[in-house]
DNA sequence: GCCATAAAGCAACGATCTTTGCTTTGATGA
DNA sequence: TCATCAAAGCAAAGATCGTTGCTTTATGGC
């Protein structure tokens, strides 16, 4: 019941961000738009429960290749790929048209940083001077999704040349 | 009347970012709502016309003060005072909610990145060793629009902090 | 000054969303 | 098993939006 009112939400993401209304993922889901209604206060309140179901998900695996350029190379380059795929860029516009940012937008980021610091200790433990893990969201993070926000291209080299340029930094 | 129009829409921009419809804005402006729908594709073609004129107003005169260091904490401080105004946090919302980043948020961009090569170009006259001008969009502007949109805090030590990291990136 | 064309207003219609009262289903506990 | 209460469905009414045909106004050329 919830869970197929959720995927009813994340197809319709999916396929049109914009003008998503109750009677639509009622008609998905299979239920009444009146329990909709009813249940919550109005579409963006759904979203927002869905976008951090969605985005708040699981400890994806961090790089550990023994150096840092790699490691943040890597996770860069997968990170890119993530949040340019169509579903995952309308995901990203939804949640700022619907203000859930403050919400889940903080949570994704928290989740970055977790990773930046865990990268960061590993390579300060084999001796290598780092940047921050701020430092990291700050260049390399927030250009990509500047990117991806604006429409701006994200071609393959970009985050491996924002990751050189973040490693310029520590030295 | 087409003055009416727009200052009707920056204002509805201005309240509620979420659900302006023709109606509301014929109301403001003192006009039909036909007169909308007729001349409009739908509320996003005009409300793309009312950002475009309102964001790629004019050339905001860039710091000169002959050092490289000193004009970008200037110009990234005029920067984040302008985009962390709550009508301007709307109107970037509202933007990337109707799609109309396409059209606007490149031509914002393009502004920025004019205003970097300027700086940089008379900075390497004088002889300074600079960062590009595309790296201080990644690394400057990017992070500012990022914490922004994404509703992190940004305090006014912040943009300082992103230019002494970009600067370091030309040594 | 008059006519032609384009733009704006008016009014009515249809579609869609939203709300609300009431009924029905289903799960929980005595 | 039955009683009770919360949650979901149903249906009708209300509100708002979006569309369209027609009328009115204004602007420019002759």
Sequence with gaps: MLTAIHTAVGELVGERADKITFPMIAERAGVNPTTLYRRWKDVNALMEEVAAAALTRDGDPVPDTGSLEQDLTQWADIIARDITRPMRV?????????????????????????QAVLMVDRARERGETTPTAAQILDHVIAPLYHHVVFALPVD???????????LTMAR
Excluded: K
Excluded at 97 to 106: M, Q, S, T
Excluded at 156 to 166: I, M, T, W
């Design 90 to 114: 309308r995901y990203l516009r939804a949640m700022v048209a619907a203000r859930i940012d403050i919400v889940v937008g903080c949570s994704v980021t928290e989740a970055r940083l977790e």
């Design 156 to 166: 393959p080299g970009y985050a491996r040349r924002l990751v050189r340029d973040v």
